[in-house]
């Protein structure tokens, strides 16, 4: 396991506490919202981490962290670029749901060449209006295929789930940030 720092101190000598960033790659935000499910137990989290760069906080730029968080696949150029950036600044990258463990829903477009899916978004669909391809290089250039994080750069954890539950989220961090053994009742791992 991954160690955790947690007795690094501030000028005033006061224990700092772990940092925790979170980000969302090719996703729909669930795993994010799923987050959030953890209710009034957020407040008991705040106590014990400081949030870095999250839709929490809204800080765009992720800093040195100890828990980076990512949801989502790797669909595009800006996300990879994001990955990586999260892997250069976070002791331990967890990779959050389906769609980071193995590209879920967004990698449903795998099986089709990438100009296929597009002529069928922005040409050929129903109800497209000026049919055309967007190519406004402000626009995050596509890859090819849609990718788990893991085939970008090393992850120390995976939540799977679509999404993992607020429980599987909150288990997850109390042991983590305890320096426990990850350990999850039958109850949160399983799919049927
Ligand atoms: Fe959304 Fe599910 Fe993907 Fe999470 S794993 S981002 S909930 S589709």
Redesign the pocket.
């Known amino acids: 396991m991954t160690e955790m720092t947690d007795n690094t101190v501030n000028d005033s000598g006061e224990k700092q506490k772990p940092r925790i960033a979170t980000a969302a790659l090719c996703?729909?935000?669930?795993?994010h919202m799923s987050f959030l499910d953890i209710d009034e137990r957020i407040l008991q989290l705040v106590e014990l981490v400081e949030f870095d760069r999250s839709p929490i906080t809204d800080i765009k730029q992720v800093g040195p962290c100890d828990i980076g968080l990512i949801?989502?696949g790797v669909a595009n150029a800006e996300n990879v670029e994001v990955l990586r950036d999260f892997r250069r600044h976070c002791k331990i990258l967890v990779a959050v749901?389906?769609?980071a463990v193995n590209g879920?829903?967004p990698a449903m477009r795998n099986q089709f060449e990438l100009k296929e899916c597009l002529e069928e978004a922005y040409i050929n669909g129903i109800g497209v209006e000026n049919p055309q391809i967007p190519d406004d290089p402000e626009i995050p250039l596509l890859l090819d295929k849609v990718h788990p994080v893991h085939e970008v750069v090393k992850i120390d954890y995976f939540l799977p789930g679509?999404?993992p539950s607020a429980d599987t989220l909150w288990t997850f961090l109390n042991e983590i940030l305890a320096g426990e053994e990850i350990t999850f009742p039958y109850s949160l791992i399983h799919y049927d």
């Not at 996703?27 to 795993?31: A, L, T």
């Open positions: 996703s729909c935000f669930g795993c949801e989502g749901g389906a769609c879920g829903v679509c999404p």
